[in-house]
């Protein structure tokens, strides 16, 4: 399984980017995939996961309302929309993807295959 991540860049706050990951090497249908976060001298965190075949979505705490986590099927390609971005949001996002077992899978363990970051800057 291959994840590219794009679509990161320089935003003011308040503005909104979409990241997408494009995904290949497997079909997805039973499959997990999400988003995570990293800013300099923090762990990786959860921002946003789906699951494929349902749609079924789950949130942090911190970008519920804000982002929203899509795919499209036909293109094997996973989205971040992101909008009212803060200053806190700004960090190297990756995507990420594992077949489904069971599990909340908003824990960076959960998930085997990982995408290269794409950088995030919100000015403020």
């Known amino acids: 399984v291959q994840l590219q991540a794009s679509g990161g860049g320089l935003v003011q706050a308040g503005g909104s980017l979409r990241l997408s990951c494009a995904a290949s090497g497997d079909t997805f249908s039973s499959y997990v995939m999400g988003w995570f976060r990293q800013a300099p001298g923090k762990e990786r965190e959860f921002v946003a996961r789906?699951?494929?075949?349902?749609?079924?979505?789950y949130y942090a705490d911190s970008v519920r309302g804000r982002f929203t986590i899509s795919r499209d099927n036909a293109r094997n390609t996973m989205y971040l929309q992101m909008n009212s971005l803060k200053a806190e949001d700004t960090a190297a996002y990756y995507c990420?993807?594992?077949?489904?077992?069971?599990?909340?899978?908003?824990?960076?363990?959960?998930?085997?295959?990982w995408g290269q970051g794409t950088q995030v800057t919100v000015s403020s």
């Open positions: 990420a993807a594992s077949r489904y077992i069971s599990g909340r899978y908003d824990r960076t363990q959960e998930y085997g295959y």
């Open positions: 789906i699951m494929w075949s349902l749609g079924v979505t």
